[in-house]
Structure formats: structure tokens, C-alpha cells
């Protein structure tokens, strides 16, 4: 069967408000060095207008926040109105007004060059079309504004995610879907430039993140990626029983290679690329 973008973006919006609450619980847990750094390297100014496309539950929204301080303005827009909810209240007492809408990255119903930066947190390489989500960003940037986006690095990297992914598809490899996105379809070394390139924009900085999150055990890092992580307690919840405690087994088992310290430390890589629009 074709891919279809529609059908795999309004599923998409399911799975994720699902997975909201958990979700948040991953990224107030694990992600704030990586949002740190991210927002550090978007350059953001005070009093700048800034939109945060696929902004989950408000990790990057609330660091642009406090970046553009009480005279700028933040816009957070996600596919999920339940990470929306999620993001209100953790920006309850946020430094800068926010707006949050609910909208698909694909199709930003916001003015031409309404915006001086826009930024994407772990969104692109999700989308249904990416490309036409980047031309979105740069239609809304002004002349001279930028576009930032961070994506999941390499897979061999990316072990945080990988691990579990690549058990899965062992056991179910009819879930892949010919034409449908990759968590790692902007790893390699030029396709994040390339792709900001594509929409426009001229490539200013990028730069590669790794380190490793710590969990207690084996079985936390399951029970989080497989409550947490969108599609993949998706597809694990589609295969027969017997075939998802095999899956577990196996992930279980592989995890403990990456003992430290009583848990275990799961590797990721990052990428991150700063682009301005001429």
C-alpha cells in the first residue's frame, strides 16, 4: 500500500496523545541538557517573536522564553492538543507570553514573515513531508531571521532509541512503511544542512550532541520508551503477545551491556543545524 501522509499524520495525532503524559515525564527527565544546548545555539534575542514548531509538551518553547525574555513573544504549535495541555501548565509562570495552537508542522496557518526565528525540537524527522515543513518555517521567518532544528543522530549513535526500534522491526519488519518518515532520515553528516538548504535558507552553524541517559535498570528505560515514545509502544501493542515479550526479553537484555553505576547509561547522538533566511 501507498504511503499515505494524511492518514500517517492523523495517526500520528492519536499516538501522541496517548503517549502525552509520559512523553512529558521523558523530556522534564531526560531532555533538559540537550534543550539547553539547543537553545543556546538557536541565538535567540530578547524582545524577538519566536514560533516552536512540534513543541510537545513546551521543553524548547519555555527555554525560548526565557531567551526573548518579557518583550518577546513565543508561539508554541503542536499536532497534539494533549502535549498542548501538557505544555500549559508547565509553562504556568513562563518568563515571556506564549501562544499555543494546535496545527500541523505541514501546514503553519501564520503570516509571511511573522517571526524572527523559528525552532524545532526532535520534530522534523517525524513529519509526513519534511520538506514541506521546512518551507513553512522559512515562509514565517523574515528576511534575515533563522531556522533551527535538532533531529536524532546517526543510529549506531542513537542507541537510546535504536535499541528498542531495532527489536521491534526484527520481529515485525511488515511495520515498515515504504515512503513513510525515519527517526534517523537527517543523521548523516549534510542532510540536516542539505534539507535546510532545500527550503531556501543559508546554512549558518550545525553541530553533533552525544552523551547518554541514565536510568535505575534495564526495565525503567523499557517501561519509559515503550509508554513514552509515540509510535513505538504503538507498534509493540500491534504484534501478538508472546511476540512482545520476546521484544522486551531481547531489548532487556541488550540494554545491560550499557551498565553504569547500578543502571544502566543509554547513548544518544544529536544533531543540530542553524540556517538564516536571506
Known amino acids: 500500500m501507498a504511503f499515505d501522509p494524511g492518514l500517517f499524520t492523523e495517526e500520528a495525532r492519536r499516538r501522541w496523545n496517548e503517549a502525552a503524559p509520559a512523553y512529558e515525564q521523558l523530556s522534564a527527565s531526560l531532555f533538559s ?25 513546551g521543553a524548547a ?29 508547565r509553562a504556568a509562570a513562563a518568563p515571556a507570553p506564549i501562544e499555543w495552537r494546535a496545527a500541523s508542522a505541514e501546514e503553519l496557518d501564520m503570516p509571511d514573515a511573522s517571526f524572527d526565528a523559528v525552532v524545532c525540537q526532535l520534530g ?31 543510529r549506531e549513535k542513537m542507541v537510546f532509541t535504536s535499541l528498542v526500534m531495532g527489536v ?10 515504504e515512503g513513510a518518515p525515519t527517526l534517523y532520515a537527517f543523521a548523516k553528516p549534510g542532510m540536516l544542512e542539505a534539507a ?20 535505575d535498570s534495564p526495565q525503567a528505560y ?6 513514552g515514545a509515540g509510535r513505538t509502544g ?19 537484555t541488550q540494554a545491560r551491556r550499557y551498565a553504569a553505576d547500578g543502571g ?11 540556517a538564516a533566511k536571506p
Open 61 to 89: 518553547t519555555l527555554a525560548a522564553a526565557r531567551a526573548v525574555g518579557p518583550a518577546g513573544r513565543v508561539v508554541g504549535v503542536d499536532l497534539s492538543p494533549a502535549m498542548l495541555e501538557a505544555a500549559r501548565r
Open 33 to 57: 541538557p540537550i534543550t539547553d544546548a539547543f537553545a543556546e545555539f538557536c541565538r535567540l534575542a530578547p524582545g524577538e517573536r519566536v514560533l516552536d514548531v512540534a513543541c510537545g509538551p
Open 124 to 154: 522534523l524527522m517525524l513529519f509526513a513531508r519534511p520538506t514541506e515543513a521546512l518551507r513553512q518555517m522559512a515562509r514565517v521567518v523574515r528576511g534575515g531571521g533563522r531556522v533551527a532544528c535538532l533531529v536524532q543522530g546517526l
Open 222 to 227: 523499557w517501561d519509559l520508551m515503550t509508554a
Open 264 to 274: 544502566v547509561a543509554i547513548p544518544f547522538e544529536v544533531v543540530m543545524a542553524r
Open 196 to 215: 535546510l538548504a532545500s527550503a531556501g535558507l543559508v546554512v549558518e552553524a550545525s553541530r553533533r550532541l552525544e552523551g547518554t541517559f541514565k536510568f
Open 168 to 177: 521491534l522491526l526484527r520481529h515485525a519488519p511488515q511495520l515498515k512503511e
Open 234 to 252: 504503538a507498534v509493540l501493542r500491534s504484534l501478538p503477545e508472546a511476540a512482545q515479550r520476546q521484544v522486551r526479553d531481547e531489548v532487556l
